[in-house]
């Protein structure tokens, strides 16, 4: 099994036509470790890339991460956080990161506190306010 950095991942799941090289030395490397390691940060970069980057919508980045869900070639760091992140990310107006944040903060029983709006609809998460 090898690990993958977030430039690894994007040319094993991104045809794109500016690197070609970097996507088949990509795919060659993945298809010969049988298994890649894909730690959280990852994942996080691996979405904002997606978005800002390739321009990708939403539904098309949450299939892409549905594909790194169900490919038994990929090896996700926490799985179950994963999933439960997924969820509120294809559910919610938040970032895929914020999903996982407030995944991560509720697993380790703590509240989450928030300024963002967006972020505080969540379950376990609450916003910043000065108690008047």
């Known amino acids: 099994m090898?690990?993958?950095?977030?430039?690894?991942?994007?040319?094993?799941?991104v045809d794109d036509p500016g690197q070609p090289e970097q996507v088949a030395i990509a795919r060659t490397l993945a298809s010969e470790a049988k298994q890649i390691f894909v730690a959280q940060i990852v994942i996080v970069e691996l979405v904002w890339v997606l978005q800002a980057a390739y321009k990708l919508d939403k539904l098309t980045i949450v299939h892409l991460l549905e594909h790194l869900l169900h490919n038994s070639a990929f090896v996700l760091q926490a799985e179950d956080h994963f999933l439960t992140a997924l969820t509120l990310f294809k559910k919610q107006a938040c970032d895929f990161s914020d999903c996982l944040i407030a995944t991560e903060s509720q697993a380790a029983n703590c509240t989450l506190i928030t300024f963002d709006k967006k972020l505080s609809r969540l379950s376990g998460v609450k916003l910043a306010e000065h108690d008047a």
């Open 2 to 13: 090898i690990a993958a950095d977030t430039n690894l991942l994007v040319r094993i799941l």
